[in-house]
């Protein structure tokens, strides 16, 4: 059984940074595609950061070079760095996986 599970989110002021981590269970994160997405209100899920099992990885426009996506395989866990966060990077953050696996979301507020 695929289990995903997300920490992290929170309330921040603009310009400031979070870490989501994204802990696996019954999938081996090296070894498949990992993503973050998120979802606003009133907008649709986008994909936020992925990254695959080369390592390859890869990022919406709107979050280029600030934010950065990696795995600790030891722990089996995905990251999601965020730095220099905006207002508009207000969302539910959710980890997916290969196979259609997602997580329950985590709050990300940016707002001063």
């Known amino acids: 059984q695929v289990q995903l599970v997300e920490s992290g989110g929170g309330l921040v002021q603009p310009g400031g940074s979070l870490r989501l981590s994204c802990v696996a269970s019954?999938?081996?994160?090296?070894?498949?595609?990992m993503g973050w997405y998120r979802q606003a209100p009133g907008k649709e899920r986008e994909l936020v950061a992925g990254?695959?099992?080369?390592?390859?990885?890869t990022y919406a426009d709107s979050v280029k070079g600030r934010f950065t996506i990696s795995r600790d395989n030891a722990k089996n866990t995905v990251y999601l760095q965020m730095n220099s966060l905006k207002p508009e990077d207000t969302a539910v953050y959710y980890c997916?996986?290969?196979?259609?696996?997602w997580g329950q979301g985590t709050q990300v507020t940016v707002s001063s």
């Open positions: 997916s996986s290969s196979g259609g696996y």
């Open positions: 990254i695959i099992s080369g390592g390859f990885t």
């Open positions: 019954g999938i081996i994160v090296r070894l498949v595609y």
